[in-house]
């Protein structure tokens, strides 16, 4: 097998060795003999070159249909498939810059090149850091400031609003600052707070729907997600928790079927093994997870609920996205062998997690594999076809053409 990592730096420094000048590195390298995942739910391309120029894909398919320009470099891939690098549609990220940017770095190392923060950032170094793309690090996306009812005891964080009109004036003083959507919370917390009305939520997402902007709903309840179905709702940043779907609720994501479902699921509360994890986060934050990884009935009626949801909506043809809640950089490899568990295949969950999460985010440059898009893709060891869990075999990283650093986890 050929060099796999920064091919393009090896080839010049050889050159450069030989020669006793600096070379000029290739203005192509073409990646051969390796099983390709497009991203977009088509089957994989089994024997497959794809070739990259400045930070793009130029050419992708089969290898006997690729052109590969004259001088590219080459570097074989047999055995190994490659899949688009994933896109995580909910988290919570540090608000600190130095922590910030240990996040992002982490999520790189995981092979996540973007992550939308859901209403928890108030510092401007979330908004220094999303207006950059920078090399190693995933790219950052926010909602700024979300928009709940009071919460005492809980973060204070987002906007606490008890009025149509405050909650107005939160949607325009976040338009102000760019956010990337608008997220509220519509929850009691299991009875603990008033949850926030339609009279409130509705003309909410009509200011910023008149803003250019779209909504993302926390939820728990059904009867919550029909309301905010009918009030226009963008998106469900979590599935539907108390009891299972019914017809109507079907019928209303049919007459609305651009609304995302990024579905969160909890703990299986199984018994599970994460020794994948050794080498690659703390031993105490791996001893910590292990622990938790039992068998527990409550969480398993409460994953049931989810997960049988979730295979009916998404069997709906209901758009989803992959979201993991927290700020665990690993927990999208988690979270994709969990809707797998669900009842989804594992290419509608790849496909979940990048082609689709890439348009939640308007990422047009993004989520596939396929000629134009930034080469941003994860080289694993396994097939994830044939099981999910094989996205945890991460050979290497590239974001934009270049090789991340994974030892900076």
Same mark, same amino acid.
């Given at each position: 097998m050929r060099r796999l990592l920064s091919p393009v730096v090896a080839l010049a420094v050889v050159a450069a060795g030989a020669c006793g000048v600096l070379a000029q590195a290739p203005a192509a390298t073409a990646y051969d003999n390796v099983r390709l995942i497009v991203g977009d739910g088509r089957p994989a391309i089994e024997n497959a070159t794809f070739v990259v120029s400045g930070g793009r894909i130029t050419a992708a398919g089969?290898?006997?249909? $690729?052109?590969?320009?004259?001088?590219?470099?080459?570097?074989?891939?047999?055995?190994?498939?490659?899949?688009? %690098?994933?896109?995580? +549609?909910?988290?919570?990220?540090?608000?600190?810059?130095?922590?910030?940017?240990?996040?992002?770095?982490?999520?790189?190392?995981?092979?996540?090149? %973007?992550a939308l923060s859901l209403g928890l950032d108030n510092t401007p170094a979330t908004f220094d850091i999303r207006a950059q793309r920078t090399p190693g690090l995933a790219r950052l996306f926010t909602a700024g400031r979300g928009i709940t009812m009071p919460e005492p005891g809980r973060s204070d964080v987002p906007y @606490?609003?008890?009025?149509?009109?405050?909650?107005?004036?939160? $949607?325009?003083?976040?338009?102000a600052l760019k956010v990337d959507i608008i997220k509220i919370w519509v929850?009691?917390?299991?009875?603990?707070?008033?949850?926030?009305?339609?009279?409130?939520?509705?003309?909410?997402?009509?200011?910023?729907?008149?803003?250019?902007?779209?909504?993302?709903?926390?939820?728990?309840?059904?009867?919550?997600?029909?309301?905010?179905?009918?009030?226009? *709702?963008?998106?469900?940043?979590?599935?539907?928790?108390?009891?299972?779907?019914?017809?109507?609720?079907?019928?209303l994501v049919k007459s609305h079927p651009r609304v995302v479902l990024i579905p969160n699921l909890p703990d299986r509360?199984?018994?599970?093994?994460?020794? @994948?994890?050794?080498?690659?986060?703390? %031993?105490?934050?791996?001893?910590?997870?292990?622990?938790?990884? +039992?068998?527990?009935?409550?969480?398993q009626a409460a994953f049931g609920i989810q997960a049988r949801n979730l295979?009916?909506?998404?069997?709906?043809?209901?758009?989803?996205?992959?979201?993991?809640?927290?700020?665990?950089? @690993?927990a999208p490899h988690v979270e994709m062998a969990d809707m797998?568990?669900?009842?989804?295949?594992?290419?509608?969950? *790849?496909?979940?997690?990048t082609k689709n999460g890439a348009a939640f985010l308007a990422l047009t440059d993004a989520g596939t594999l396929e000629a134009g898009k930034a080469a941003d893709f994860l080289v694993l060891d396994a097939n994830p076809l044939d099981d999910i869990t094989n996205t945890r075999? *991460?050979?290497?990283?590239?974001?934009?053409?270049m090789a991340v650093d994974r030892s900076r986890r």
């Open positions: 089969p290898s006997g249909r $690729v052109t590969v320009p004259a001088g590219a470099a080459r570097v074989s891939l047999t055995g190994k498939t490659v899949m688009p %690098a994933i896109i995580d +549609t909910h988290v919570h990220t540090s608000t600190t810059r130095d922590a910030l940017v240990r996040d992002l770095q982490q999520r790189a190392a995981f092979g996540i090149s %973007a @606490w609003v008890t009025t149509a009109e405050e909650g107005r004036k939160a $949607v325009q003083e976040q338009a929850d009691d917390r299991d009875g603990k707070y008033r949850k926030m009305p339609s009279e409130i939520y509705t003309p909410v997402i009509a200011e910023a729907h008149g803003r250019g902007l779209r909504v993302a709903a926390h939820i728990f309840n059904l009867s919550d997600a029909k309301g905010l179905l009918t009030a226009g *709702i963008d998106a469900f940043a979590h599935g539907i928790r108390d009891t299972d779907v019914d017809d109507e609720l079907m019928a509360g199984v018994v599970a093994d994460y020794s @994948w994890l050794s080498g690659q986060v703390p %031993a105490e934050e791996l001893t910590r997870v292990q622990a938790g990884a +039992t068998n527990r009935p409550q969480a295979k009916r909506l998404s069997a709906a043809g209901m758009p989803i996205a992959l979201g993991t809640d927290g700020n665990t950089p @690993w797998v568990a669900s009842g989804m295949t594992p290419m509608q969950v *790849i496909t979940a997690a075999k *991460i050979s290497a990283v590239y974001f934009g053409g």
